[in-house]
């Protein structure tokens, strides 16, 4: 038995999401964003601040949940293969909303108990990793595998959008509630949160797979092994370079999100609430910078303001340029404008990111099969394990250049200064991608011995 491109699409993937459905979609991608805010910014702080631990910890367990979603790809192909997403999405949101929980309890744990606290942590973080790439790949599957090929872009930023407002709304409102300070706070905020956003997720997702039963009980088409099909991606040249620059871009995007919000507790004297507030100013930007984005190239477009390649690259120099910025703070005294510079930072970091979003959605279905699932599966997962190493190259920068000079100052500015030279070099990776280019790669696979063969 031979699988060819020649099988066409299969019915699952003629049926159309409308825009109704699609908001339900990216609400689920709202709760998602609501419970990782407060992991990657709230916990994370309070770690290193609070508890005193050293900036490594956290970053090493943001990055071990970044490390489980390295099987994004096969949760994408399994779910292409089973044709139900739903089961995938509450069963995620369900161990991410447990997870959170979980962190926030070894957090108030580790203040006693550092070690006890800490592996608590681990299984926590190991928890909310597999929820995210499960709940997180099944949403962009639906949206890869039933939205009309004319909306796929912008579904996908209305989706992202949803998701950011998901930071950018827990975060000043979770600062709130954590004034004053105490772990039985952060347990508490931390639990509602969680457990309001599972359940608006469970909510959001009913009936969507119902309401397309016809397309889900289709015949499914035949495929090749995981292993040649991820294999077959890799060799179209546009899918291998977009994977690049997510990987290089996403390292120098984690590496300064990590350590924003300790860095303005320790130079600039914020407190935990107060740096959430500022976290929260950071997502906003990248809210605003999505909907400019978005707004400007749809509605104005243009050659040159029409062009995503264009604002992936001005949005990586722009980044570039405000990570300095921010990195010359840390001797600019208590007076520099530190708030607005952030916003313009996460401004920059929304530009870059929608309109990589979009070349993203375009590519998903070009190449010589239509494997979406599997292809966006592959960027989530180098989007995971650039996050991840990011994150952790950030904190291991910080404390190594702390313990070397004994001046944090230097320390966070070295830190943001690295970010910048590799959103440079992001700038230059972008030039290479084209959104329009579909690879001429024509292969073949024989499904008896999964070997791929060139035609």
């Known amino acids: 038995m031979r699988w060819t491109p020649s099988q066409g699409i299969t019915p699952m993937q003629q049926a159309t999401l409308n825009w109704w459905a699609i908001v339900r979609l990216g609400l689920v991608q709202t709760s998602l964003g609501a419970i990782v805010v407060l992991m990657t910014s709230t916990i994370n702080r309070v770690m290193v601040v609070e508890v005193g631990l050293p900036a490594f910890v956290p970053g090493l367990l943001v990055a071990s949940h970044y490390v489980v979603q390295i099987l994004r790809p096969a949760w994408g192909y399994g779910s292409d293969v089973g044709g139900r997403r739903t089961p995938w999405i509450i069963g995620g949101m369900a161990m991410l909303a447990c997870g959170g929980t979980l962190a926030a309890v070894a957090t108030a744990l580790a203040s006693t108990h550092a ?254 099969t239509s494997r979406e699932g599997t292809r966006i599966g592959l960027w989530g997962a180098a989007q995971a394990i650039a996050f991840g190493l990011g994150g952790l190259l950030g904190a291991i920068t910080v404390d190594l250049a702390r313990h070397a000079t004994g001046d944090p100052r230097f320390a966070f500015a070295l830190a943001f200064l690295g970010g910048s030279a590799v959103f440079l070099l992001s700038a230059i990776l972008a030039v290479n991608i084209s959104p329009r280019a579909r690879t001429q790669t024509r292969d073949h696979v024989d499904l008896s011995s999964g070997k791929l063969i060139d035609v």
């Open 115 to 368: 070690m006890a606290g800490i592996a608590l942590a681990f299984v926590a973080f190991l928890l909310i990793g597999v929820g995210v790439g499960a709940a997180g790949t099944s949403v962009l599957t639906i949206l890869a595998t039933n939205v009309a090929p004319e909306r796929r872009a912008a579904a996908a930023t209305t989706v992202w959008v949803m998701m950011i407002f998901g930071f950018a709304l827990t975060a000043p409102l979770a600062g709130h509630f954590l004034d004053p300070f105490s772990n039985t706070r952060l347990i508490g905020v931390t639990a509602t949160v969680s457990g309001l956003a599972f359940i608006t997720a469970t909510l959001a997702i009913a009936g969507i797979e119902r309401t397309y039963s016809a397309a889900a009980s289709a015949a499914p088409e035949a495929k090749p092994p995981f292993m040649v099909a991820l294999r077959q991606i890799w060799l179209e040249p546009q899918a291998r370079r977009l994977t690049i620059f997510i990987f290089v871009s996403m390292v120098a995007y984690s590496a300064q999100e990590l350590i924003i919000e300790p860095y303005a507790g320790v130079v600039f004297a914020m407190t935990p609430g107060t740096t959430t507030k500022l976290a929260g100013i950071q997502h906003g930007g990248v809210l605003a910078g999505m909907l400019m984005v978005a707004f400007i190239a749809t509605v104005i477009g243009g050659p040159i303001l029409g062009s995503l390649r264009n604002w992936t690259v001005g949005g990586c120099v722009a980044s570039a340029a405000m990570l300095a910025m921010v990195a010359a703070s840390a001797f600019a005294g208590p007076d520099f404008p530190l708030r607005p510079v952030v916003f313009l930072l996460g401004l920059a970091n929304g530009a870059f990111a929608v309109a990589a979003i979009g070349t993203m959605m375009s590519l998903a279905s070009a190449g010589s």
